[in-house]
Protein backbone atom coordinates (compact mmCIF):
# COMPACT_ATOMS: atom_id res chain seq x y z
CA UNK A 1 0.00 0.00 0.00
CA UNK A 2 1.70 3.09 -1.05
CA UNK A 3 -1.28 5.55 -0.41
CA UNK A 4 -2.61 7.78 -2.71
CA UNK A 5 -0.35 9.95 -4.47
CA UNK A 6 -0.68 13.22 -6.75
CA UNK A 7 1.70 15.66 -8.31
CA UNK A 8 2.43 18.65 -8.26
CA UNK A 9 2.36 19.39 -4.51
CA UNK A 10 2.14 23.09 -5.33
CA UNK A 11 1.44 24.68 -8.60
CA UNK A 12 2.00 28.81 -8.65
CA UNK A 13 0.09 30.17 -11.85
CA UNK A 14 -1.01 33.23 -13.24
CA UNK A 15 -4.51 33.93 -13.77
CA UNK A 16 -6.24 32.71 -16.97
CA UNK A 17 -3.45 30.29 -17.42
CA UNK A 18 -3.94 26.15 -17.67
CA UNK A 19 -3.18 23.90 -15.17
CA UNK A 20 -3.41 19.71 -15.10
CA UNK A 21 -3.01 18.35 -11.69
CA UNK A 22 -2.45 14.42 -11.75
CA UNK A 23 -3.82 11.83 -8.76
CA UNK A 24 -2.31 7.77 -8.90
CA UNK A 25 -4.94 5.97 -6.44
CA UNK A 26 -4.32 3.33 -4.35
CA UNK A 27 -3.56 0.60 -6.59
CA UNK A 28 -6.58 -1.75 -6.14
CA UNK A 29 -9.07 0.91 -5.11
CA UNK A 30 -11.45 1.56 -7.80
CA UNK A 31 -12.75 4.53 -6.88
CA UNK A 32 -11.71 8.23 -7.22
CA UNK A 33 -12.58 11.35 -5.58
CA UNK A 34 -11.55 14.75 -6.07
CA UNK A 35 -12.28 17.27 -3.59
CA UNK A 36 -11.17 21.05 -2.98
CA UNK A 37 -10.36 22.68 0.25
CA UNK A 38 -9.65 26.28 1.27
CA UNK A 39 -8.33 28.01 4.18
CA UNK A 40 -10.12 27.18 7.19
CA UNK A 41 -12.57 24.96 5.68
CA UNK A 42 -13.66 21.19 5.45
CA UNK A 43 -12.56 19.56 1.78
CA UNK A 44 -15.71 19.96 -1.00
CA UNK A 45 -16.67 17.07 -3.02
CA UNK A 46 -16.08 17.83 -6.92
CA UNK A 47 -16.35 14.50 -8.34
CA UNK A 48 -15.71 11.17 -8.16
CA UNK A 49 -14.88 7.80 -10.23
CA UNK A 50 -15.74 4.21 -10.47
CA UNK A 51 -13.10 2.90 -13.00
CA UNK A 52 -13.08 5.12 -16.14
CA UNK A 53 -16.59 6.34 -15.35
CA UNK A 54 -17.31 9.53 -13.96
CA UNK A 55 -20.54 9.16 -11.98
CA UNK A 56 -20.93 12.42 -9.88
CA UNK A 57 -20.18 15.81 -10.31
CA UNK A 58 -21.02 18.82 -8.16
CA UNK A 59 -22.79 21.92 -9.31
CA UNK A 60 -18.91 23.34 -8.18
CA UNK A 61 -17.50 21.74 -11.05
CA UNK A 62 -17.64 24.65 -13.53
CA UNK A 63 -17.85 24.08 -17.28
CA UNK A 64 -13.72 24.99 -16.90
CA UNK A 65 -12.94 22.14 -14.92
CA UNK A 66 -12.85 18.84 -16.42
CA UNK A 67 -11.34 15.62 -14.72
CA UNK A 68 -10.64 12.51 -16.74
CA UNK A 69 -9.59 8.52 -15.20
CA UNK A 70 -9.41 7.32 -19.07
CA UNK A 71 -8.22 3.56 -17.91
CA UNK A 72 -9.13 3.25 -14.49
CA UNK A 73 -5.84 4.10 -12.98
CA UNK A 74 -4.91 7.58 -12.64
CA UNK A 75 -6.23 10.74 -12.49
CA UNK A 76 -6.26 14.40 -14.14
CA UNK A 77 -7.65 17.46 -12.61
CA UNK A 78 -7.91 20.35 -15.73
CA UNK A 79 -8.72 24.25 -14.53
CA UNK A 80 -8.90 26.03 -17.61
CA UNK A 81 -8.45 30.11 -17.63
CA UNK A 82 -7.55 29.78 -13.94
CA UNK A 83 -9.30 32.43 -11.73
CA UNK A 84 -8.24 33.82 -8.48
CA UNK A 85 -11.11 31.76 -6.94
CA UNK A 86 -9.33 28.87 -8.06
CA UNK A 87 -7.10 28.93 -5.28
CA UNK A 88 -7.32 26.11 -3.23
CA UNK A 89 -5.68 22.97 -2.01
CA UNK A 90 -6.76 20.15 -4.57
CA UNK A 91 -7.16 16.71 -2.56
CA UNK A 92 -7.18 13.45 -4.52
CA UNK A 93 -8.78 10.25 -2.22
CA UNK A 94 -9.49 7.01 -3.24
CA UNK A 95 -11.63 3.97 -1.85
CA UNK A 96 -13.00 0.41 -2.58
CA UNK A 97 -16.03 -0.15 -3.44
CA UNK A 98 -18.92 -0.57 -3.89
CA UNK A 99 -18.84 -3.83 -1.53
CA UNK A 100 -16.46 -2.48 1.10
CA UNK A 101 -18.26 0.30 2.60
CA UNK A 102 -16.22 -0.30 5.95
CA UNK A 103 -13.36 0.99 4.86
CA UNK A 104 -12.66 4.57 4.73
CA UNK A 105 -11.63 7.20 1.67
CA UNK A 106 -7.45 7.10 1.76
CA UNK A 107 -6.60 11.05 0.65
CA UNK A 108 -3.79 11.97 -0.95
CA UNK A 109 -1.14 15.00 0.30
CA UNK A 110 -3.30 17.25 -2.25
CA UNK A 111 -1.66 19.90 -4.42
CA UNK A 112 -1.67 23.24 -3.26
CA UNK A 113 -2.77 25.49 -6.31
CA UNK A 114 -1.81 29.34 -6.01
CA UNK A 115 -3.03 32.06 -8.32
CA UNK A 116 -1.22 35.18 -8.94
CA UNK B 1 -28.88 19.94 0.93
CA UNK B 2 -27.12 18.07 3.48
CA UNK B 3 -25.44 20.63 6.37
CA UNK B 4 -22.63 19.18 8.55
CA UNK B 5 -21.57 21.54 11.62
CA UNK B 6 -19.10 20.56 14.00
CA UNK B 7 -18.61 22.33 17.72
CA UNK B 8 -16.59 23.83 18.90
CA UNK B 9 -14.43 25.11 15.51
CA UNK B 10 -11.70 26.07 18.24
CA UNK B 11 -10.83 24.07 21.21
CA UNK B 12 -7.94 24.87 23.23
CA UNK B 13 -7.18 22.72 26.24
CA UNK B 14 -4.85 21.57 28.97
CA UNK B 15 -3.18 18.49 29.42
CA UNK B 16 -4.98 16.03 30.82
CA UNK B 17 -7.65 17.28 30.17
CA UNK B 18 -11.15 15.76 28.77
CA UNK B 19 -13.19 17.44 25.98
CA UNK B 20 -16.16 16.45 23.57
CA UNK B 21 -16.08 17.47 19.82
CA UNK B 22 -20.02 17.58 18.41
CA UNK B 23 -21.29 17.20 14.90
CA UNK B 24 -24.70 16.93 13.49
CA UNK B 25 -25.72 16.54 10.44
CA UNK B 26 -28.91 17.40 8.53
CA UNK B 27 -30.33 14.17 6.97
CA UNK B 28 -30.47 10.69 7.37
CA UNK B 29 -26.72 8.72 6.76
CA UNK B 30 -25.80 5.44 8.53
CA UNK B 31 -22.12 6.39 7.89
CA UNK B 32 -19.87 9.26 9.17
CA UNK B 33 -16.27 9.19 8.98
CA UNK B 34 -13.60 11.49 11.56
CA UNK B 35 -10.77 12.51 9.88
CA UNK B 36 -7.15 14.07 11.75
CA UNK B 37 -5.60 16.86 9.70
CA UNK B 38 -2.30 18.12 10.84
CA UNK B 39 -1.11 21.80 9.30
CA UNK B 40 0.09 21.67 5.96
CA UNK B 41 -0.90 17.68 5.73
CA UNK B 42 -3.62 15.77 4.32
CA UNK B 43 -6.26 13.96 6.02
CA UNK B 44 -5.68 10.91 7.80
CA UNK B 45 -8.73 8.80 8.42
CA UNK B 46 -9.41 7.96 12.62
CA UNK B 47 -12.42 6.20 12.36
CA UNK B 48 -15.33 4.57 10.51
CA UNK B 49 -18.89 4.56 12.37
CA UNK B 50 -21.51 2.37 10.25
CA UNK B 51 -24.88 2.12 12.29
CA UNK B 52 -26.65 3.22 15.26
CA UNK B 53 -25.12 3.25 17.95
CA UNK B 54 -21.48 2.17 16.84
CA UNK B 55 -18.93 3.33 19.17
CA UNK B 56 -14.76 2.81 18.20
CA UNK B 57 -11.85 3.87 20.56
CA UNK B 58 -8.18 4.61 19.45
CA UNK B 59 -6.11 5.53 22.13
CA UNK B 60 -7.29 8.77 23.74
CA UNK B 61 -9.81 9.03 21.65
CA UNK B 62 -13.63 7.75 21.42
CA UNK B 63 -15.59 8.38 18.86
CA UNK B 64 -19.71 7.12 18.87
CA UNK B 65 -22.75 7.85 16.47
CA UNK B 66 -26.59 8.50 17.09
CA UNK B 67 -28.26 8.19 13.71
CA UNK B 68 -31.61 9.11 15.70
CA UNK B 69 -30.20 12.41 17.04
CA UNK B 70 -28.23 12.88 13.54
CA UNK B 71 -25.32 13.06 16.08
CA UNK B 72 -21.62 11.85 16.32
CA UNK B 73 -18.83 12.60 18.72
CA UNK B 74 -15.34 12.53 19.34
CA UNK B 75 -14.63 12.57 22.79
CA UNK B 76 -10.63 13.22 24.47
CA UNK B 77 -9.88 11.66 27.23
CA UNK B 78 -6.52 13.16 29.26
CA UNK B 79 -5.32 15.00 26.08
CA UNK B 80 -1.90 15.06 24.99
CA UNK B 81 -0.23 17.44 23.10
CA UNK B 82 0.13 15.32 20.28
CA UNK B 83 -3.29 15.33 19.69
CA UNK B 84 -3.09 19.06 18.04
CA UNK B 85 -5.04 18.92 15.31
CA UNK B 86 -7.62 19.88 13.57
CA UNK B 87 -10.33 17.24 13.29
CA UNK B 88 -12.58 16.44 11.08
CA UNK B 89 -16.42 14.31 10.93
CA UNK B 90 -17.50 13.56 7.37
CA UNK B 91 -21.12 12.26 6.56
CA UNK B 92 -21.22 9.61 3.50
CA UNK B 93 -23.79 10.32 0.98
CA UNK B 94 -24.57 6.88 -1.47
CA UNK B 95 -27.05 6.11 -3.09
CA UNK B 96 -25.98 2.37 -3.17
CA UNK B 97 -22.94 0.44 -2.25
CA UNK B 98 -19.26 1.48 -1.28
CA UNK B 99 -18.51 5.24 -0.46
CA UNK B 100 -19.79 7.87 -2.40
CA UNK B 101 -18.88 11.50 -2.07
CA UNK B 102 -18.63 12.74 1.63
CA UNK B 103 -19.66 16.21 2.59
CA UNK B 104 -17.56 17.22 5.62
CA UNK B 105 -17.61 19.74 8.31
CA UNK B 106 -15.64 22.86 9.01
CA UNK B 107 -13.27 20.95 11.23
CA UNK B 108 -12.39 21.61 14.89
CA UNK B 109 -8.98 23.09 15.86
CA UNK B 110 -7.28 21.19 18.81
CA UNK B 111 -4.56 22.81 20.39
CA UNK B 112 -3.33 21.11 23.84
CA UNK B 113 -0.83 23.25 26.29
CA UNK B 114 0.86 21.87 28.60
Known amino acids: DTGVSQDPRHKITKRGQNVTFRCDPI?????LYWYRQTLGQGPEFLTYFQNEAQLEKSRLLSDRFSAERPKGSFSTLEIQRTEQGDSAMYLC??????????????FGDGTRLSIL | ELKVEQNPLFLSMQEGKNYTIYCNYSTTSDRLYWYRQDPGKSLESLFV?????AVKQEGRLMASLDTKARLSTLHITAAVHDLSATYFCAVDIRSQGGSEKLVFGKGTKLTVNP
Open chain 1, 27 to 31: SEHNR
Open chain 2, 49 to 53: LLSNG
Open chain 1, 93 to 106: ASSRGPFYSNQPQH
